[in-house]
């Protein structure tokens, strides 16, 4: 079955430090992987996506991922939380032909600690 | 170029009543997918239109729920007697071509709570 899998349903950093979000996939075809970020009462803002080619992708607001076709993983990361990054991230996989129909992941709440 | 609109941003039904969500794609955008978020839950694919077409509608409820997308206007999606269960939080996104190399764009959502 495709499904979206973010282990971790909270975090919590301390500002300044380093975050690392984790997303593992199980998809059939050819993954286009994407992060989102919610915040409350908001809608969804994409903060990276990967499609092909190189596989460590930046995205904006100082987030990165990597994808690992061998692990099933797209891991999200950014070397130093602001106290702005407190939001919930989604997980996302999408097949070529079809960007707009995607599985989601149940979202990781992270809080930041001053 | 404004971004997906959808509206309203909050609808408060009561049980029974039918409940109409509307979702203007980015202009240029002729694709639209509907997906709904329940409380701490992440967002299930309900339905994906073209104009005048439904082409998926995999992940709609059988009952009481449908969407449209006319040749003009916006699409709309219905919920007929609305039950507590549908209270969630509705998101519209468009494309401009699916098959293309690049991502939908999310809309704002619909807050829908059922009373």
């Known amino acids: 079955a495709q499904s979206v899998t973010q282990p971790d349903i909270h975090i919590t950093v301390s500002e300044g430090a380093s975050l690392e979000l984790r997303c593992n996939y199980s998809y059939g075809a050819t993954p286009y992987l994407f992060w989102y970020v919610q915040s409350p009462g908001q809608g969804l803002q994409l903060l990276l996506k990967?499609?092909?080619?190189?596989?460590l992708v930046q995205g904006i607001k100082g987030f990165e991922a990597e994808f690992k076709r061998s692990q099933s993983s797209f891991n999200l990361r950014k070397p130093s939380v602001h106290w702005s990054d407190a939001a919930e991230y989604f997980c996302?996989?999408?097949?070529?032909?079809?960007?707009?129909?995607?599985?989601f992941g149940q979202g990781t709440t992270l809080q930041v600690k001053p | 170029n404004a971004g997906v609109m959808q509206n309203p941003r909050h609808l408060v039904r009561r049980r029974g009543q039918e409940a109409r969500l509307r979702c203007s794609p980015m202009k240029g955008h002729s694709h639209v997918y509907w997906y709904r978020q329940l409380p701490e839950e992440g967002l299930k694919f309900m339905v994906y239109?073209?104009?005048?077409?439904?082409?998926?509608e995999s992940g709609m409820p059988k009952e009481r729920f449908s969407a449209e997308f006319p040749k003009e206007g916006p699409s709309i999606l219905r919920i007929q007697q609305v039950v507590r269960g549908d209270s969630a939080a509705y998101f519209c996104?468009?494309?401009?071509?699916?098959?293309?190399?690049?991502?939908?764009?999310f809309g704002q959502g619909t807050r829908l709570t059922v009373v």
């Open positions: 996302a996989v999408g097949a070529k032909g079809n960007t707009g129909k995607l599985i």
């Open positions: 990967y499609f092909s080619g190189d596989t």
């Open positions: 239109l073209q104009k005048e077409n439904i082409i998926d």
């Open positions: 996104a468009s494309s401009p071509n699916p098959q293309s190399s690049t991502e939908a764009f």
